[in-house]
């Protein structure tokens, strides 16, 4: 499964300082035909990321190549990345048919009857006199979201696109994120990031974990879940497993956390369970170990 | 296919068996290709690491090939590995069936009647239709 992978993304040395705050990625690898998941605390540097990939922010130093082809972020490019973001890149007095012809001018790649589907599928109502700025934040992510995929386009790169969305909407994004990846036969990929782990789970392939500026972990989600292993045990066994414990958190009945698989047999001798861990269990292990804040 | 979330067992080995039993049942054929693994994922609405991880996972076990760029078709399947497997299959189920009893404290007798009871029930059930 890792042989003769692309990369969809690859990053080098890349470096972005702001006051108290740095953003260091010295590699970097998004796979390929996958979607990956930008998984970290606030002010982690997800956004900061994101807007680099994407060419929103180009102040940075380091080198950030695309389709494995040390393809630099040009107009060529840019014109087979679709984006969607926290905030609007539409005019606020845009309405949902200007949106439409506006994009088609400004993308070759943009179909208009794809466009008008997806609207229809997202029960994004055109017509009605309604300025973007108008539509609430969950509306207006999904009329990005119809723009970006009405585009024929070789990455998604998405912030944040499943926040302002409603659980059904959410659902459907998972279903719209596999369809495109589908679509692409292995030469399509995703890179999202997200708070909401566990909705977004049944579509992630690959994490990456971001804390302080720094990925903290990654890999595929398969092999995170043989690396890491969730185990439950008795009150009695809580101070000693929680020195070996990645995580853990106690109380009056037992504890419960999340240890590496290798130092499984240390536990050797305590009365515990275990089972394999959730991708949303490994991330808020990992950000727990990681985090300045004390909990 | 159905696949369970809560079950305990990971969702790529729920796959693999589904589609273990398919292939040694002889419903999926030789040179038959499996689903196009982010095909499956779509409509399985799973992750494509994991249908690959299924689909890998039979590879190893000799079942199906990967062909470049093509997905992954059916090995042709040895009898004799056939039998085998079958036979391993009816070990377990028998297997657990003597620790039950042991729990149950069924002499040897009465294990042995029960499974002579079972298989006329089976053998009149099959002639009865």
Known sequence: MKEGRRNAIQVCGLKKKYRGFELSVPRLDVPEGF??????????????????????????????????????????????????????????????DQVEEISSLLFSGFHNDRFRSLCKELGIKRGLV??????????????MLAAALARDTQLLILDEPASPLDPLMRDKLCDMIREYLERGNGKRSVFFSTHNIADMENVTDYAVILEHGNVVEEGFVEDLKEKYICVKGEAADGERAGEILFSVSKNAYGFEGICLAENLDRLAGMDVAVETPTLSQISVAVMKANTGLKL | MKLLQNSGIPIYQQIAEQLRADILAGKLKEGEYLPSIRGLARDLRISVITTMKAYEQLEAEGLVTAAQGKGFYVNAQDSEMLKEQHLRKVEEALLEAIRAAEIARMTEEELLGTLQALLHMEESRDTGD
């Open chain 1, 35 to 96: 979607a990956t998941a930008l998984i970290g605390e606030n002010g982690a540097g997800k956004t900061t990321l994101l807007n680099i990939l994407t060419g929103i922010r180009r102040d940075f130093k380091g080198d950030v190549t695309y389709f494995g082809e040390e393809r630099k972020l040009n107009a060529q490019t840019q014109e087979c990345i679709g984006y969607t973001g926290p905030g609007c890149y539409f005019l606020p007095n845009w309405t949902v």
């Open chain 1, 130 to 143: 309604r300025d973007v700025k108008k539509l609430s934040d969950g509306n207006r992510m999904k009329l």
